[in-house]
């Protein structure tokens, strides 16, 4: 099996399974607010939850498919994400999200040329990383405390390399180049799974996810892929591939002033 099926295929498994939990996890919750429903009988009215908007934010680790994935071993980031309600119970919802990967990193420590020599020290930063965002629906099984979901997006993904010159922490000075990048439209399917672990107004809530990354073919640098040369001009040796992505997700998410109605 490649590594772009594989990745389908973990995307598969997990919406599978997050779908067979949904029926009961649904099943508990409502259970337990027709318990509530008891207890507020003697009551004039009685009030129901509403869904609110949400934001949230994740630890990102990836795991490159296809091309990429002969090239490059994994990436770490995070990612910030919003969705809105379009229904009151909030099944269906509308996410914008974006994040960042960096997926390789080289330093170098260097010495100004005599009279100064070692006496100040600079370091040069490469770092090859991926910028990415999209909007798209959210579909949510189950709106009580534990809610398995799948998503989908269309947007972007921005592949750059960039160097930058820094010194030390007493005297800290940056210079930054970008040496290469390329962006390509990306579309990203996945599932996950919240778990709320406080209520109120503003709900908190475990977010676990796992997502694929359709960018096609893009152009890319990897670690090494920058040769310098003694007069001072670099060559560049710039990867062409497809380079999908399998992320998983792991973060918080946090209910904006959750509403209530009769």
Not at 15 to 21: H, N
């Amino acid at each position: 099996m490649t590594r772009g099926r594989r990745g389908w295929t973990v995307v598969a498994a997990t919406v599978t399974v997050l779908g067979g939990a949904a029926a009961d996890a649904e099943g508990q919750w409502r259970g337990r607010d027709r318990h509530r429903g008891h207890q507020d009988r003697g009551r004039a009215e009685r009030y129901e939850p509403r869904a609110a908007p949400a934001f949230g934010l994740s630890f990102l680790a990836a795991d490159p498919q296809g091309g990429m994935g002969l090239v490059v071993d994994d990436g770490f980031g995070g990612q910030l994400y919003g969705s809105f309600p379009v229904d009151r119970a909030g099944h269906v919802r509308i996410r914008a999200d974006l994040g960042f990967l960096i997926y390789g990193h080289e330093r170098q420590r260097y010495c100004f040329s005599v009279p100064i020599g070692c006496r100040i020290e600079m370091d040069l930063t490469t770092t090859n990383s991926i910028a990415f965002g999209g909007v798209g629906p959210e579909l949510v099984f189950a709106t009580g405390g534990i809610q398995p979901y799948v998503n989908g997006s269309v947007g972007f993904s921005y592949f750059v390399t960039s160097s930058s010159l820094s010194g030390d922490a007493e005297y800290e000075d940056h210079f930054t180049t970008t040496n290469y990048d390329d962006a390509v439209m990306a579309w990203r399917a996945g599932g996950g799974l919240r778990v709320r672990v406080s209520d109120g107004r503003k709900p908190v809530w475990l977010d676990m996810a796992v997502e694929h990354h359709e960018n096609g073919t893009a152009n890319y640098l990897t670690k090494g892929d920058i040769e310098d040369h003694p007069d001072g001009s670099i060559t560049l040796f710039p990867t062409r591939s497809d380079a999908n992505l399998l992320t998983f997700r792991f973060g918080v998410s946090i209910g904006i002033g959750q509403g209530r109605t009769r």
